[in-house]
């Protein structure tokens, strides 16, 4: 199995991590975020020293919110080495959870948090609806054919160290 290393963005990779972001959503930006992600902190996941991974973050008084986060090589533990590294850190700095915002369609990320201790905190219905009335380029079905029209808060609380 092949070796994931994971180390903080630096400046340097701001032209890799954006083009990177544009090739795994396509060009759809939903997320509350999405025009800052570029200037965010942020973990890369790299395999003999190709970036392969992308976790955004933002911290907001004792929340650490997950932006984005984006692999090129699934089934291999890069989402979760990211994942594992992320909450390390913010558990050392006494943040007391994890939020995530996911679309209604997102069946993979929906299974991949719960099974990482994640849970359903609040349902926003409608909330890709009215992101669509200021950004008519959203599509209206996602994953799965699904109709894009909600979003979920799934929290993790963390063991403050």
């Given at each position: 199995?092949?070796?994931?290393?994971?180390?903080?963005?630096?400046?340097a990779?701001?032209?890799?991590?954006e083009?990177?972001?544009?090739?795994?959503?396509?060009?759809?930006?939903l997320?509350?975020f999405?025009?800052?992600?570029?200037?965010?902190?942020?973990?890369?996941?790299?395999?003999?020293?190709?970036?392969?991974?992308?976790?955004?973050y933002?911290?907001?008084n004792?929340?650490?919110?997950?932006?984005?986060?984006?692999?090129?090589?699934?089934?291999?533990?890069?989402?979760?080495?990211?994942?594992?590294?992320?909450?390390?850190?913010?558990?050392?700095?006494?943040?007391?959870?994890?939020?995530?915002?996911?679309?209604?369609?997102?069946?993979?990320a929906?299974?991949?948090?719960?099974?990482r201790?994640?849970?359903l905190?609040?349902?926003?219905?409608?909330?890709?609806?009215?992101?669509?009335?200021?950004?008519?380029?959203?599509?209206?079905?996602?994953?799965?054919?699904?109709?894009l029209?909600?979003?979920?808060i799934?929290?993790?609380?963390?063991?403050?160290?």
């Amino acid at each position: 199995m092949e070796s994931i290393q994971i180390r903080p963005k630096t400046a340097a990779d701001a032209e890799w991590a954006e083009a990177f972001l544009k090739n795994q959503s396509n060009g759809a930006h939903l997320l509350t975020f999405a025009d800052e992600r570029i200037t965010l902190p942020a973990l890369i996941a790299e395999v003999d020293g190709e970036p392969i991974g992308l976790l955004v973050y933002q911290h907001q008084n004792d929340v650490c919110h997950i932006v984005s986060l984006n692999v090129s090589r699934k089934r291999m533990g890069v989402g979760e080495s990211l994942l594992k590294r992320l909450e390390a850190e913010v558990s050392a700095k006494a943040f007391k959870k994890l939020l995530c915002v996911v679309t209604n369609d997102n069946l993979n990320a929906l299974r991949f948090l719960q099974k990482r201790e994640f849970h359903l905190a609040e349902l926003r219905v409608g909330a890709i609806d009215a992101r669509r009335r200021q950004n008519p380029t959203i599509q209206l079905t996602g994953e799965h054919g699904i109709p894009l029209r909600d979003e979920l808060i799934l929290e993790k609380k963390l063991k403050v160290e």
